[in-house]
């Protein structure tokens, strides 16, 4: 069974930073593309970032180039997203999903809140 | 940045009723379009990719259609679980963008 769970995310003031990790298991993760994703309260999904599977490829949103970094440890099948500089404006429930045919998120985890206020 | 737009925002719909549901993409993204349901409190789950493959385990009465800048889901007898909110996604060039969604509600 897939299973991706989320972690990292709380109150941080504008400016702060975060680390949200996400942990993946039921498949084998070096062979996907994985995705962050983020849905701000009352509004829709946005995307966030991709990652190739070896890392060598990365793309992010336009709102957050220069402020948050995807990567990912597939020893640990792990994925994480650094996210600096943070505004009000990404308060958001991150989700971690998984890739498939290099262009779609057909897993979701459960979510982690990321809340940005003074 | 290729914008989708959905239309309606919201439908109100009775169990067995047909239900369509448009997006349009700002320029032409082929047939590089997804569908997800969300309920909430949940993340979204995806119903349809390629604009017209059905994803492994959806029911069958979900249908994508399109191709281009116009894409349709439809839905060809509500049942009870379907009332959620829908939104497509283009997956043709980054940043991958997602339309504004669709309401399903209680008719």
């Known amino acids: 069974e897939v299973q991706l769970v989320e972690s990292g995310g709380g109150l941080v003031q504008p400016g702060g930073s975060l680390r949200l990790s996400c942990a993946a298991s039921g498949f084998t993760f070096r062979s996907f593309w994985m995705s962050w994703v983020r849905q701000a309260p009352g509004k829709g999904p946005e995307w966030v970032a991709n990652i190739k599977q070896d890392g060598s490829e990365k793309y992010y949103e336009d709102s957050v180039k220069g402020r948050f970094i995807i990567s990912r440890d597939n020893a640990k099948n792990s994925l994480y997203l650094q996210m600096n500089s943070l505004r009000v404006e990404d308060t958001a429930v991150y989700y971690c999903?998984?890739?498939?045919?290099?262009?779609?998120?057909?897993?979701w985890g459960q979510g982690t809140l990321v809340a940005v206020s003074s | 940045d290729i914008q989708m737009t959905q239309s309606p925002s919201s439908v109100s719909a009775s169990v067995g009723d047909r239900v369509t549901i448009t997006c349009r993409a700002s320029?032409?993204?082929?047939?590089?379009l997804a569908w997800y349901q969300q309920k909430p409190g949940k993340a979204p789950k995806v119903l349809i990719y390629?604009?017209?493959s059905l994803q492994s385990g959806v029911p069958s009465r979900f249908s994508g259609s399109g191709s281009g800048t116009d894409f349709t889901l439809t839905i060809s007898s509500l049942q009870p679980e379907d009332f959620a909110s829908y939104y497509c996604q283009q997956a043709n060039s980054y940043p991958l963008t997602f339309g504004g969604g669709t309401k399903v509600e209680i008719k």
């Open positions: 320029q032409g993204i082929s047939r590089w």
């Open positions: 390629d604009a017209s």
């Open positions: 999903a998984k890739v498939v045919t290099g262009r779609y998120n057909d897993y």
